[in-house]
């Protein structure tokens, strides 16, 4: 390939209109040799709801389990804020959320450039599949395929995310333009298949149709997450769930297919990770362990050693813009909060990957419990900053099966109660030893034996905090005698 000197002189002596010398930029940007870019997301998954990751439900995540072994999984990867439309904001912006301005369910801010806007550039054929309007505003998304989730079975069709994936690969192939598509399904989002919120779901919407299945998981057969109680309604929640789970591994399953008979696989960079935990209590919208844990995978043929795996490296959401700018040899973005990974992907090592800091802000009924985390491979430190003692927090979850029975338990079991009271109310400062106690259920902060361990986190945070200009550093360094 020419070089940017000789480019510019070439340029330069052109003397050409500047319909010729916008052509000669296209035609430049436009270097199919580039590697393509996939990223597919499942919609509030937990990190152990695969396979490959531990889960012991049968079957049910053949697909992903089969990409993990042709790529490299992270054990240590977390998405930067457990909800939608925020999350994603942070993985197209490698910026923290209060820094690219979609702290809740609002547009980005109009001058933060995205990664978008940084492939368009550089001549990438532009897609995306289901959670259209969970990116905003449009300028900064101004995608060259649209495919809205009720055109792929309100994003839970595995066989309309093949068709409309097959036809996005065909069309980047003609345009002669390497791709980059986001390919979002929409399981296991509540409503979960077969439930009465899926069936008062499509009787509100005119003309809806959720797919069907062709695996349902009886409430046995799951998996109860240690922080939940072993109650017959939480297994029923959780057969729904992982029965959306499979259905969302064959969405992927499809599009890989798609991938393959296009015969562009061999050039594709194909990423996997879910946009926060599973939609129950202690998991998504909050800063647990298993509210931000993500699956990531990614594989790159000829460039990953198949069937790696990565467990010490902490990686976030706010990495994964500079790393495919990195991949796709496009000059980085100034501002960004997150850094490449891309040494990772090679088997190297990498220097600062001990801690990643996570928050969270507002809930989808646009209610505010600003929370902000800093975490290493074995401690968690949260400061919420709406705990007073009074306030209790609403999420999405509690209007779920699983956290009515946990309610309903609580008057004839203590430790349920005391589970529900806290959920409720929280503490201003929690600290874990993931450890000893992987569903952080036990907080530390007032034992002796942690002192040192708290101060280092608070200094962490509040470093954080500052170089960022959190939006409650004042609250924090007020609490811990800072202010």
Not at 332 to 340: A, F, P, W
Request: aromatic share 10%.
């Amino acid at each position: 390939m020419t070089n940017s000197c000789t480019r510019r002189n070439f340029l330069a002596g052109l003397g050409a209109s500047a319909a010729t010398l916008a052509l000669t930029r296209n035609l430049w940007a436009a270097d199919p040799t580039r590697p393509n870019i996939l990223l597919i997301t499942a919609d509030d998954m937990g990190y152990r709801s695969l396979g490959v990751t531990g889960c012991k439900v049968p079957d049910i995540t053949s697909n992903l389990d089969a990409l993990a072994r042709q790529g490299m999984l992270f054990t240590q990867a977390h998405v930067t804020i457990a909800v939608c439309q925020p999350c994603r904001s942070v993985l197209m912006t490698g910026r923290y959320p209060h820094r690219n301005g979609a702290m809740g369910f609002e547009p980005i801010n109009p001058d933060v450039p995205t990664l978008r806007q940084s492939l368009s550039e550089a001549g990438y054929f532009n897609g995306i599949m289901a959670k259209v309007s969970h990116l905003a505003p449009q300028p900064a998304f101004k995608w060259d395929v649209v495919i809205d989730a009720n055109e792929l079975g309100q994003g839970r069709d595995p066989k309309l995310y093949y068709k409309r994936a097959a036809e996005f690969f065909s069309r980047a192939k003609t345009e002669g333009k390497p791709f980059f598509l986001m390919a979002n399904s929409q399981d296991p989002h509540r409503p979960f298949a077969g439930s009465d919120g899926e069936k008062n779901a499509a009787a509100k919407r005119k003309g809806a149709v959720f797919p069907g299945v062709t695996r349902t998981y009886k409430p046995e057969e799951v998996d109860v997450p240690d922080f939940l109680p072993d109650l017959p309604d939480v297994r029923k929640e959780l057969a729904q769930y992982f029965t959306s789970v499979h259905r969302c591994d064959e969405t992927v399953g499809e599009i890989l297919r798609a991938l393959k008979e296009s015969g562009q696989e061999e050039n594709t960079v194909v990423f996997f990770l879910s946009d926060n935990g599973i939609s129950i209590p202690w998991a998504k919208t909050n800063c647990y362990l298993h509210s931000t844990r993500t699956p990531l995978i990614v594989r790159w043929p000829g460039k990953i050693k198949p069937g790696s795996k990565n467990e010490d490296d902490l990686v976030s959401g706010i990495d994964f813009m500079p790393t495919v700018l990195d991949i796709c040899g496009v000059k980085q973005v100034s501002g960004v909060d997150g850094r490449s990974y891309l040494p990772l992907l090679a088997g190297k090592k990498q220097t600062g990957r001990d801690k990643v800091f996570t928050q969270f802000w507002q809930t989808s009924a646009r209610k505010d419990f600003p929370m902000a985390c800093v975490r290493t491979k074995r401690y968690s430190y949260i400061f919420n900053a709406w705990s007073d003692g009074t306030t209790e927090f609403r999420n999405e979850p509690m209007g779920g099966l699983a956290w009515k029975a946990m309610v309903a338990a609580a008057p004839s079991d203590k430790r349920i109660a005391e589970r529900v009271d806290f959920f409720l109310h929280r503490a201003p400062e929690e600290l874990y030893d993931i450890e000893s106690d992987p569903c952080e259920t036990k907080n530390l902060i007032a034992d002796p034996k942690y002192k040192d361990q708290l101060a280092k986190m608070r200094a962490e945070l509040l470093e954080m905090m500052a170089s960022t200009r959190h939006p409650v550093l004042d609250r924090f360094k007020k609490h811990i005698g800072r202010g």
